[in-house]
Protein backbone atom coordinates (compact mmCIF):
# COMPACT_ATOMS: atom_id res chain seq x y z
CA UNK A 1 0.00 0.00 0.00
CA UNK A 2 1.57 3.28 -1.06
CA UNK A 3 2.64 5.14 1.92
CA UNK A 4 0.72 8.57 2.51
CA UNK A 5 1.67 12.21 4.23
CA UNK A 6 -1.13 13.51 6.95
CA UNK A 7 -1.30 16.64 5.95
CA UNK A 8 -2.43 19.48 8.29
CA UNK A 9 -3.91 22.68 6.56
CA UNK A 10 -4.91 25.21 9.44
CA UNK A 11 -6.43 28.04 7.75
CA UNK A 12 -8.66 31.08 9.47
CA UNK A 13 -11.61 29.73 9.03
CA UNK A 14 -10.56 25.92 10.31
CA UNK A 15 -8.27 23.14 9.87
CA UNK A 16 -8.27 20.75 6.75
CA UNK A 17 -6.70 17.51 7.09
CA UNK A 18 -5.95 15.39 4.52
CA UNK A 19 -4.19 11.62 3.17
CA UNK A 20 -2.17 12.90 0.38
CA UNK A 21 0.05 10.54 -1.23
CA UNK A 22 3.26 10.77 -3.07
CA UNK A 23 1.54 11.38 -6.58
CA UNK A 24 -0.33 14.15 -5.07
CA UNK A 25 -3.84 11.94 -4.95
CA UNK A 26 -6.35 13.31 -1.71
CA UNK A 27 -7.36 10.10 -0.56
CA UNK A 28 -9.39 11.53 1.96
CA UNK A 29 -9.77 15.13 3.71
CA UNK A 30 -12.09 16.52 6.53
CA UNK A 31 -12.68 19.98 7.74
CA UNK A 32 -13.43 21.52 10.87
CA UNK A 33 -14.58 25.16 11.57
CA UNK A 34 -12.84 27.48 14.40
CA UNK A 35 -14.49 30.64 15.66
CA UNK A 36 -12.89 34.01 15.16
CA UNK A 37 -13.56 36.62 18.32
CA UNK A 38 -13.66 39.91 17.25
CA UNK A 39 -12.57 42.49 19.86
CA UNK A 40 -13.66 46.24 20.12
CA UNK A 41 -10.66 48.47 18.60
CA UNK A 42 -9.50 46.40 15.47
CA UNK A 43 -9.12 42.89 18.05
CA UNK A 44 -9.16 39.44 16.26
CA UNK A 45 -8.57 36.28 18.34
CA UNK A 46 -9.02 32.49 18.35
CA UNK A 47 -8.80 30.23 20.76
CA UNK A 48 -5.68 27.70 20.16
CA UNK A 49 -7.19 24.89 22.30
CA UNK A 50 -10.43 24.58 19.91
CA UNK A 51 -7.60 24.55 16.98
CA UNK A 52 -6.30 21.85 18.13
CA UNK A 53 -9.80 19.60 19.01
CA UNK A 54 -10.47 20.87 15.22
CA UNK A 55 -7.28 18.77 13.89
CA UNK A 56 -8.05 16.39 16.32
CA UNK A 57 -11.52 16.05 14.94
CA UNK A 58 -10.38 16.28 11.48
CA UNK A 59 -7.63 14.15 11.89
CA UNK A 60 -9.41 10.95 13.15
CA UNK A 61 -12.40 11.81 10.65
CA UNK A 62 -10.05 11.70 7.81
CA UNK A 63 -8.12 8.61 9.34
CA UNK A 64 -11.58 6.77 9.28
CA UNK A 65 -12.29 7.60 6.09
CA UNK A 66 -9.80 5.16 3.80
CA UNK A 67 -9.54 1.56 4.82
CA UNK A 68 -7.26 0.02 5.63
CA UNK A 69 -5.54 2.99 6.94
CA UNK A 70 -2.10 3.26 4.53
CA UNK A 71 1.03 4.06 5.97
CA UNK A 72 2.18 7.36 7.52
CA UNK A 73 5.20 8.02 6.26
CA UNK A 74 5.41 11.74 7.62
CA UNK A 75 2.82 14.49 9.55
CA UNK A 76 3.36 18.13 8.10
CA UNK A 77 1.45 21.08 9.22
CA UNK A 78 0.74 24.29 6.94
CA UNK A 79 -1.49 27.34 8.39
CA UNK A 80 -2.23 30.72 8.08
CA UNK A 81 0.81 33.85 8.76
CA UNK A 82 0.98 37.12 10.39
CA UNK A 83 -0.67 35.46 13.78
CA UNK A 84 1.01 34.88 17.25
CA UNK A 85 0.15 32.14 19.73
CA UNK A 86 2.08 32.03 23.40
CA UNK A 87 3.12 28.75 24.06
CA UNK A 88 5.12 26.52 26.77
CA UNK A 89 8.37 25.12 25.33
CA UNK A 90 6.14 21.73 25.03
CA UNK A 91 3.84 23.01 22.38
CA UNK A 92 0.93 24.13 25.35
CA UNK A 93 -0.92 27.39 24.79
CA UNK A 94 -1.08 29.49 27.76
CA UNK A 95 -3.90 32.52 26.16
CA UNK A 96 -5.35 33.30 22.64
CA UNK A 97 -3.71 33.44 18.99
CA UNK A 98 -3.67 36.79 17.87
CA UNK A 99 -4.86 36.99 14.21
CA UNK A 100 -3.23 38.17 11.39
CA UNK A 101 -6.10 40.31 10.81
CA UNK A 102 -5.55 41.90 14.02
CA UNK A 103 -4.80 45.71 14.25
CA UNK A 104 -4.24 46.76 17.55
CA UNK A 105 -0.62 46.90 17.47
CA UNK A 106 -0.60 48.87 14.60
CA UNK A 107 0.39 52.31 16.91
CA UNK A 108 3.46 49.77 18.36
CA UNK A 109 4.63 48.99 14.85
CA UNK A 110 4.67 52.79 14.19
CA UNK A 111 6.46 53.69 17.02
CA UNK A 112 9.38 51.78 16.31
CA UNK A 113 10.03 53.08 12.90
CA UNK A 114 12.76 56.01 12.24
CA UNK A 115 15.20 56.26 9.70
CA UNK A 116 17.68 54.17 10.40
CA UNK A 117 14.97 51.37 11.70
CA UNK A 118 13.62 51.42 8.50
CA UNK A 119 16.64 50.74 6.41
CA UNK A 120 17.57 48.23 8.96
CA UNK A 121 14.22 46.08 8.51
CA UNK A 122 14.34 46.65 4.52
CA UNK A 123 17.82 45.98 3.63
CA UNK A 124 18.35 42.32 6.22
CA UNK A 125 14.99 41.32 6.25
CA UNK A 126 12.86 43.00 3.66
CA UNK A 127 9.68 43.80 5.40
CA UNK A 128 9.33 46.76 7.97
CA UNK A 129 6.66 46.81 10.70
CA UNK A 130 3.63 47.11 9.51
CA UNK A 131 1.55 50.62 10.50
CA UNK A 132 -1.38 48.36 10.21
CA UNK A 133 -0.36 46.25 13.11
CA UNK A 134 -0.61 43.25 10.78
CA UNK A 135 2.67 41.76 11.83
CA UNK A 136 4.01 39.57 14.57
CA UNK A 137 5.74 42.60 16.07
CA UNK A 138 2.78 43.97 16.54
CA UNK A 139 0.75 40.85 17.32
CA UNK A 140 3.20 39.89 20.44
CA UNK A 141 2.59 43.54 21.48
CA UNK A 142 -0.89 43.09 21.92
CA UNK A 143 -0.90 40.11 23.83
CA UNK A 144 1.34 41.33 26.01
CA UNK A 145 -0.95 44.55 26.97
CA UNK A 146 -4.61 42.78 26.44
CA UNK A 147 -3.12 39.33 27.67
CA UNK A 148 -0.36 39.79 30.32
CA UNK A 149 -0.58 36.43 32.13
CA UNK A 150 -0.48 34.87 29.18
CA UNK A 151 2.42 36.39 27.91
CA UNK A 152 4.28 36.04 31.02
CA UNK A 153 3.29 31.97 31.29
CA UNK A 154 4.77 31.47 27.47
CA UNK A 155 7.92 30.23 27.05
CA UNK A 156 7.55 31.11 23.25
CA UNK A 157 5.65 33.53 20.88
CA UNK A 158 5.25 31.40 17.64
CA UNK A 159 2.72 31.50 14.46
CA UNK A 160 0.00 28.91 14.61
CA UNK A 161 1.49 25.82 12.25
CA UNK A 162 4.78 25.91 15.08
CA UNK A 163 2.01 25.64 17.72
CA UNK A 164 0.52 23.02 16.31
CA UNK A 165 3.99 20.83 14.85
CA UNK A 166 5.45 21.64 18.49
CA UNK A 167 2.33 20.13 20.01
CA UNK A 168 2.77 17.21 17.85
CA UNK A 169 6.18 16.75 18.77
CA UNK A 170 6.06 17.89 22.31
CA UNK A 171 8.62 20.51 21.37
CA UNK A 172 8.54 24.20 19.99
CA UNK A 173 11.11 24.86 17.28
CA UNK A 174 10.43 27.41 14.59
CA UNK A 175 12.15 28.20 10.89
CA UNK A 176 13.62 31.03 8.91
CA UNK A 177 10.36 31.20 7.05
CA UNK A 178 7.86 30.63 9.22
CA UNK A 179 9.28 33.71 11.84
CA UNK A 180 9.32 35.75 8.74
CA UNK A 181 6.73 37.66 10.66
CA UNK A 182 8.47 38.48 13.60
CA UNK A 183 11.33 40.25 11.17
CA UNK A 184 14.36 38.87 13.31
CA UNK A 185 16.13 36.89 10.42
CA UNK A 186 18.79 38.40 8.02
CA UNK A 187 17.10 36.74 5.12
CA UNK A 188 20.06 38.33 2.59
CA UNK A 189 20.99 34.18 3.42
CA UNK A 190 18.62 31.69 2.59
CA UNK A 191 18.62 28.55 5.24
CA UNK A 192 19.75 30.89 8.47
CA UNK A 193 19.21 29.35 12.00
CA UNK A 194 20.46 32.42 13.71
CA UNK A 195 18.69 35.31 15.04
CA UNK A 196 20.10 38.87 13.90
CA UNK A 197 20.52 40.85 17.36
CA UNK A 198 20.27 44.08 15.78
CA UNK A 199 16.69 43.31 14.13
CA UNK A 200 15.63 41.38 17.27
CA UNK A 201 16.73 45.32 19.46
CA UNK A 202 14.84 46.86 16.73
CA UNK A 203 11.83 44.69 17.24
CA UNK A 204 12.01 45.42 20.64
CA UNK A 205 10.81 41.17 20.98
CA UNK A 206 11.60 39.90 23.95
CA UNK A 207 14.57 37.38 22.79
CA UNK A 208 13.90 34.66 25.43
CA UNK A 209 10.67 34.17 24.32
CA UNK A 210 11.32 33.68 20.05
CA UNK A 211 11.79 30.20 19.74
CA UNK A 212 14.82 27.91 18.36
CA UNK A 213 15.65 28.09 14.92
CA UNK A 214 15.81 24.55 12.98
CA UNK A 215 16.78 23.96 9.07
CA UNK A 216 13.72 24.22 6.72
CA UNK A 217 14.28 20.69 5.39
CA UNK A 218 14.92 18.39 7.96
CA UNK A 219 12.94 16.54 10.17
CA UNK A 220 12.22 18.25 13.76
CA UNK A 221 10.91 15.09 15.70
CA UNK A 222 8.35 12.00 16.21
CA UNK A 223 4.85 11.97 16.94
CA UNK A 224 4.92 11.88 20.45
CA UNK A 225 2.73 9.29 22.62
CA UNK A 226 0.09 12.09 23.81
CA UNK A 227 -0.83 13.51 20.04
CA UNK A 228 -0.36 9.77 18.72
CA UNK A 229 -3.09 8.74 20.78
CA UNK A 230 -5.38 12.37 20.28
CA UNK A 231 -4.90 12.53 16.47
CA UNK A 232 -4.77 8.62 15.66
CA UNK A 233 -1.58 7.94 14.29
CA UNK A 234 1.02 6.00 15.39
CA UNK A 235 3.83 7.38 18.16
CA UNK A 236 7.25 7.85 16.34
CA UNK A 237 5.86 9.13 12.93
CA UNK A 238 7.89 11.75 11.77
CA UNK A 239 7.15 15.36 11.86
CA UNK A 240 8.52 17.65 9.56
CA UNK A 241 8.87 22.00 9.97
CA UNK A 242 5.68 23.82 9.86
CA UNK A 243 5.14 26.03 6.57
CA UNK A 244 3.32 29.23 5.63
CA UNK A 245 0.13 28.39 3.87
CA UNK A 246 1.03 30.78 1.06
CA UNK A 247 4.17 28.90 0.55
CA UNK A 248 2.25 25.60 0.03
CA UNK A 249 -0.03 26.96 -2.03
CA UNK A 250 2.91 27.54 -4.66
CA UNK A 251 4.40 24.10 -3.81
CA UNK A 252 0.85 22.63 -4.53
CA UNK A 253 0.26 24.22 -7.59
CA UNK A 254 3.63 23.58 -8.93
CA UNK A 255 4.79 27.51 -8.83
CA UNK A 256 8.61 26.74 -8.03
CA UNK A 257 10.01 29.20 -10.08
CA UNK A 258 9.89 32.38 -11.74
CA UNK A 259 8.90 31.05 -14.81
CA UNK A 260 5.53 29.83 -13.51
CA UNK A 261 2.77 31.38 -11.29
CA UNK A 262 -0.46 30.29 -9.96
CA UNK A 263 -3.64 31.90 -8.18
CA UNK A 264 -5.17 31.22 -4.87
CA UNK A 265 -8.17 32.29 -4.04
CA UNK A 266 -9.29 30.88 0.05
CA UNK A 267 -10.22 33.41 2.18
CA UNK A 268 -7.37 35.59 1.21
CA UNK A 269 -6.60 36.22 -3.05
CA UNK A 270 -2.62 35.46 -3.71
CA UNK A 271 -0.36 35.18 -6.66
CA UNK A 272 2.18 33.11 -5.85
CA UNK A 273 5.59 32.07 -7.48
CA UNK A 274 9.26 31.88 -6.44
CA UNK A 275 13.14 33.09 -7.22
CA UNK A 276 16.18 32.24 -6.81
CA UNK A 277 17.48 35.31 -4.51
CA UNK A 278 16.16 37.65 -2.09
CA UNK A 279 14.46 40.83 -3.39
CA UNK A 280 11.65 42.87 -2.51
CA UNK A 281 9.30 45.80 -3.77
CA UNK A 282 7.83 47.78 -0.58
CA UNK A 283 5.91 50.62 -2.46
CA UNK A 284 4.61 47.64 -4.43
CA UNK A 285 3.80 45.01 -1.25
CA UNK A 286 5.94 42.57 -2.92
CA UNK A 287 8.16 40.50 -0.74
CA UNK A 288 10.27 37.77 -0.91
CA UNK A 289 10.16 34.92 2.32
CA UNK A 290 13.06 32.04 2.23
CA UNK A 291 11.29 28.84 1.65
CA UNK A 292 10.77 25.46 2.44
CA UNK A 293 11.77 24.65 -2.11
CA UNK A 294 15.80 24.61 -1.23
CA UNK A 295 17.38 27.68 -2.23
CA UNK A 296 14.74 29.37 -3.14
CA UNK A 297 12.65 32.60 -1.82
CA UNK A 298 8.48 32.38 -2.38
CA UNK A 299 7.06 35.90 -3.83
CA UNK A 300 4.92 37.25 -1.62
CA UNK A 301 2.30 39.16 -3.17
CA UNK A 302 -0.84 39.38 -1.19
CA UNK A 303 -3.99 41.08 -3.20
CA UNK A 304 -6.60 41.39 -0.49
CA UNK A 305 -9.42 39.01 0.75
CA UNK A 306 -10.67 36.64 -2.06
CA UNK A 307 -13.03 33.65 -1.02
CA UNK A 308 -14.29 36.01 2.20
CA UNK A 309 -15.48 38.55 0.45
CA UNK A 310 -17.76 36.28 -2.15
CA UNK A 311 -18.98 34.82 1.09
CA UNK A 312 -19.26 38.45 2.82
CA UNK A 313 -21.86 39.31 -0.63
CA UNK A 314 -23.32 36.14 -0.64
CA UNK A 315 -24.69 37.00 3.27
CA UNK A 316 -25.57 40.69 2.43
CA UNK A 317 -27.47 39.57 -0.54
CA UNK A 318 -29.66 36.80 1.53
CA UNK A 319 -28.21 33.88 -0.92
CA UNK A 320 -28.75 30.89 1.27
CA UNK A 321 -25.58 28.93 -0.54
CA UNK A 322 -22.90 29.58 -2.49
CA UNK A 323 -24.65 27.52 -5.33
CA UNK A 324 -27.30 29.96 -5.34
CA UNK A 325 -25.54 32.93 -5.58
CA UNK A 326 -23.20 31.81 -8.36
CA UNK A 327 -26.39 30.15 -9.90
CA UNK A 328 -27.42 33.74 -10.06
CA UNK A 329 -24.14 35.37 -11.15
CA UNK A 330 -23.66 33.06 -14.46
CA UNK A 331 -27.23 34.82 -15.57
CA UNK A 332 -25.39 38.19 -15.71
CA UNK A 333 -23.03 39.47 -18.90
CA UNK A 334 -19.68 40.10 -18.17
CA UNK A 335 -18.97 42.98 -16.65
CA UNK A 336 -21.89 42.94 -14.59
CA UNK A 337 -23.89 45.53 -16.79
CA UNK A 338 -21.58 48.20 -15.51
CA UNK A 339 -21.73 47.67 -11.29
CA UNK A 340 -18.13 47.24 -10.26
CA UNK A 341 -17.09 46.07 -6.83
CA UNK A 342 -13.83 46.89 -5.23
CA UNK A 343 -12.69 44.42 -3.19
CA UNK A 344 -11.22 46.15 -0.43
CA UNK A 345 -12.93 45.11 3.00
CA UNK A 346 -9.58 45.15 5.07
CA UNK A 347 -7.88 47.74 2.92
CA UNK A 348 -5.58 46.77 -0.11
CA UNK A 349 -2.26 45.12 0.05
CA UNK A 350 -0.45 44.40 -3.10
CA UNK A 351 -0.34 46.19 -6.06
CA UNK A 352 -0.87 49.44 -3.73
CA UNK A 353 -0.75 49.02 -0.16
CA UNK A 354 -3.14 50.78 1.73
CA UNK A 355 -4.95 50.71 5.45
CA UNK A 356 -7.64 53.09 4.95
CA UNK A 357 -8.95 52.24 2.01
CA UNK A 358 -12.78 50.24 1.67
CA UNK A 359 -15.08 48.04 -0.49
CA UNK A 360 -17.58 49.36 -2.13
CA UNK A 361 -20.31 49.01 -4.64
CA UNK A 362 -19.98 51.76 -7.69
CA UNK A 363 -21.74 52.14 -11.17
CA UNK A 364 -25.16 51.02 -9.50
CA UNK A 365 -28.61 51.64 -11.11
CA UNK A 366 -31.88 51.02 -10.30
CA UNK A 367 -31.71 48.66 -13.00
CA UNK A 368 -29.31 46.46 -10.92
CA UNK A 369 -30.30 43.55 -8.46
CA UNK A 370 -28.79 41.11 -6.31
CA UNK A 371 -27.35 39.51 -9.29
CA UNK A 372 -25.29 41.86 -10.72
CA UNK A 373 -23.50 42.47 -7.38
CA UNK A 374 -22.62 39.19 -6.73
CA UNK A 375 -21.48 38.89 -10.19
CA UNK A 376 -19.60 41.94 -9.84
CA UNK A 377 -17.80 40.48 -6.72
CA UNK A 378 -16.73 37.85 -8.61
CA UNK A 379 -15.42 40.19 -10.93
CA UNK A 380 -14.08 42.77 -8.73
CA UNK A 381 -11.55 40.14 -6.85
CA UNK A 382 -10.60 38.65 -10.67
CA UNK A 383 -9.94 41.91 -11.68
CA UNK A 384 -8.13 42.89 -8.19
CA UNK A 385 -6.16 40.17 -9.33
CA UNK A 386 -5.32 41.57 -12.64
CA UNK A 387 -3.98 44.61 -11.23
CA UNK A 388 -1.74 42.77 -9.32
CA UNK A 389 -0.24 40.18 -12.20
CA UNK A 390 2.17 42.71 -14.09
CA UNK A 391 4.21 43.99 -11.28
CA UNK A 392 4.43 40.62 -9.96
CA UNK A 393 5.94 39.76 -13.40
CA UNK A 394 7.89 42.61 -13.08
CA UNK A 395 9.50 41.45 -10.09
CA UNK A 396 10.32 38.23 -11.14
CA UNK A 397 11.91 38.93 -14.70
CA UNK A 398 9.21 36.70 -16.60
CA UNK A 399 5.44 36.98 -17.97
CA UNK A 400 3.45 33.83 -16.76
CA UNK A 401 2.09 32.35 -19.80
CA UNK A 402 -0.56 30.69 -17.77
CA UNK A 403 -2.06 30.38 -14.34
CA UNK A 404 -2.51 27.37 -12.30
CA UNK A 405 -5.70 28.20 -9.77
CA UNK A 406 -6.13 26.58 -6.98
CA UNK A 407 -8.04 27.15 -3.25
CA UNK A 408 -12.05 26.99 -2.72
CA UNK A 409 -12.42 29.54 -5.38
CA UNK A 410 -11.36 27.23 -7.97
CA UNK A 411 -14.25 24.86 -7.30
CA UNK A 412 -16.37 27.14 -9.44
CA UNK A 413 -16.14 26.74 -13.33
CA UNK A 414 -17.49 30.36 -13.85
CA UNK A 415 -14.97 31.77 -11.37
CA UNK A 416 -12.40 30.61 -13.62
CA UNK A 417 -13.00 31.97 -16.32
CA UNK A 418 -13.77 35.69 -15.10
CA UNK A 419 -10.19 35.23 -13.97
CA UNK A 420 -9.06 34.42 -17.29
CA UNK A 421 -10.86 37.38 -19.05
CA UNK A 422 -9.42 39.45 -16.17
CA UNK A 423 -5.69 38.14 -16.44
CA UNK A 424 -6.11 37.83 -20.32
CA UNK A 425 -4.18 34.31 -19.42
CA UNK A 426 -5.38 30.44 -20.01
CA UNK A 427 -6.44 29.87 -16.01
CA UNK A 428 -5.94 25.91 -15.42
CA UNK A 429 -8.37 25.18 -12.79
CA UNK A 430 -6.79 22.00 -10.43
CA UNK A 431 -8.48 18.90 -9.26
CA UNK A 432 -9.33 18.82 -5.91
CA UNK A 433 -8.61 22.62 -5.32
CA UNK A 434 -9.29 22.90 -1.44
CA UNK A 435 -6.65 20.84 -0.76
CA UNK A 436 -3.78 22.53 -2.75
CA UNK A 437 -2.33 23.90 0.76
CA UNK A 438 -2.64 20.40 1.67
CA UNK A 439 -1.35 18.70 -1.43
CA UNK A 440 2.02 21.46 -0.96
CA UNK A 441 2.58 19.88 2.38
CA UNK A 442 2.81 16.83 1.21
CA UNK A 443 4.97 17.22 -1.37
CA UNK A 444 7.42 19.36 1.15
CA UNK A 445 7.01 16.25 3.38
CA UNK A 446 8.02 13.48 0.78
CA UNK A 447 10.79 15.58 -1.08
CA UNK A 448 11.86 16.11 2.65
CA UNK A 449 12.19 12.64 2.74
CA UNK A 450 13.74 11.80 -0.57
CA UNK A 451 10.65 9.59 -1.90
CA UNK A 452 10.31 12.46 -4.57
CA UNK A 453 11.75 15.60 -6.03
CA UNK A 454 9.92 18.71 -6.13
CA UNK A 455 10.92 18.92 -10.13
CA UNK A 456 8.62 16.37 -10.42
CA UNK A 457 5.61 18.55 -9.06
CA UNK A 458 4.01 20.14 -11.73
CA UNK A 459 3.83 17.28 -13.67
CA UNK A 460 2.04 14.98 -11.01
CA UNK A 461 -0.82 17.84 -11.20
CA UNK A 462 -4.43 17.17 -12.62
CA UNK A 463 -5.76 19.34 -14.33
CA UNK A 464 -9.87 19.88 -13.58
CA UNK A 465 -10.46 22.14 -16.66
CA UNK A 466 -8.73 24.85 -19.16
CA UNK A 467 -10.45 28.15 -19.12
CA UNK A 468 -8.92 30.25 -22.22
CA UNK A 469 -9.38 33.85 -22.09
CA UNK A 470 -12.83 35.09 -24.12
CA UNK A 471 -11.66 37.63 -26.66
CA UNK A 472 -15.23 38.71 -27.33
CA UNK A 473 -14.71 39.94 -23.19
CA UNK A 474 -11.16 41.74 -23.55
CA UNK A 475 -12.42 45.16 -24.24
CA UNK A 476 -15.30 44.78 -21.20
CA UNK A 477 -12.47 43.64 -18.99
CA UNK A 478 -9.81 46.28 -19.72
CA UNK A 479 -12.42 49.09 -19.11
CA UNK A 480 -13.49 47.62 -15.48
CA UNK A 481 -10.02 47.04 -14.56
CA UNK A 482 -9.30 50.55 -15.49
CA UNK A 483 -12.00 51.84 -13.68
CA UNK A 484 -11.03 50.00 -10.36
CA UNK A 485 -7.33 51.10 -10.63
CA UNK A 486 -8.87 54.87 -10.99
CA UNK A 487 -11.10 54.62 -7.87
CA UNK A 488 -7.99 53.24 -5.51
CA UNK A 489 -6.35 56.55 -3.84
CA UNK A 490 -2.79 54.79 -4.43
CA UNK A 491 -1.71 55.84 -1.27
CA UNK A 492 1.16 53.98 0.19
CA UNK A 493 0.56 52.38 4.12
CA UNK A 494 0.91 55.08 6.57
Not at 151 to 180: K, N
Amino acid sequence: MTECVLAIDLGTGGPKVALVDQAGNTLAWRSRAVHTTFVEGGGAEQDPGEMWSAIVAAARDTLAAVAPTPPIAAVAVTSQYMSVVPVTSAGMPTGPCILWMDTRGGRHSRSLLNDQSFMLFLQRHGMMPLPSGSDNVAHAHVLQRFHPEAYAAADVLVEAMDYVTGRIVGRVTATQSTVFGQLVCDNRGWGSVEYDPELVAATHLDPAKLPPLVPMHEVVGEVGTAAAAELGVPAGTPVVPGTIDSITSAVGTGALDATSGSVIFGTTAVLVTHLAEHRGDITSGILSVPSPVSGRYYVMAENGLGGRAFEWAQRLFGYDSPDTALLDAATVAPGSDGALFLPWLLGSIAPSPNDDVRAAFVGLGLHHDRRHAIRATLEGVALNLAWLLPPVEAFVGNRFPMLRFGGGGALSPLWAQILADATDRPVHRLVEPRATNARGAAFLAFAQLGRISLDDVPHLLQVQQVHEPDPSNRDTMDRALARLVALHPHHTLH
